[in-house]
Nanobody, 124 residues
Framework: QVQLVESGGGLVQAGGSLRLSCVFF????????MGWFRQAPGKEREFVAT????????YYADFVKGRFTISRDNAKNTVYLQMNGLKPEDTAVYYC?????????????????WGQGTQVTVSS
């Protein structure tokens, strides 16, 4: 059984930074595909970033390239999303997702387990 708990969201001005954390409660984090997604009001959930099992490979949505960085610490069972240069259009609930036994994917339906989400609000 897997539980994901996100934290780090909040209100920030445009151009500011936040770091989201997602703690994976379970025994198999090092073999779990991990990703970040977001959902803004009235919009569909969309892919933000994913990272390979060893943390070396990272993949991003075009709209966050150069601004966001995903990383994972397998010793701490935690995946991070460092967000710099935030824009008002980044305002959304950000979700952490996992699939034990997976590798990585941009597809939201690839993942089996989801956190409760953390709100990120960027003011102009």
């Amino acid at each position: 059984q897997v539980q994901l708990v996100e934290s780090g969201g909040g209100l920030v001005q445009a151009g500011g930074s936040l770091r989201l954390s997602c703690v994976f409660f379970g025994r198999t984090f090092s073999s779990a595909a991990m990703g970040w997604f977001r959902q803004a009001p009235g919009k569909e959930r969309e892919f933000v970033a994913t990272v390979t099992l060893n943390g070396v490979g990272t993949y991003y949505a075009d709209f966050v390239k150069g601004r966001f960085t995903i990383s994972r610490d397998n010793a701490k069972n935690t995946v991070y999303l460092q967000m710099n240069g935030l824009k008002p259009e980044d305002t959304a609930v950000y979700y952490c997702a996992a699939r034990v036994g997976g590798t990585f994917s941009r597809r939201w339906d690839y993942y089996n387990d989801w956190g409760q989400g953390t709100q990120v609000t960027v003011s102009s």
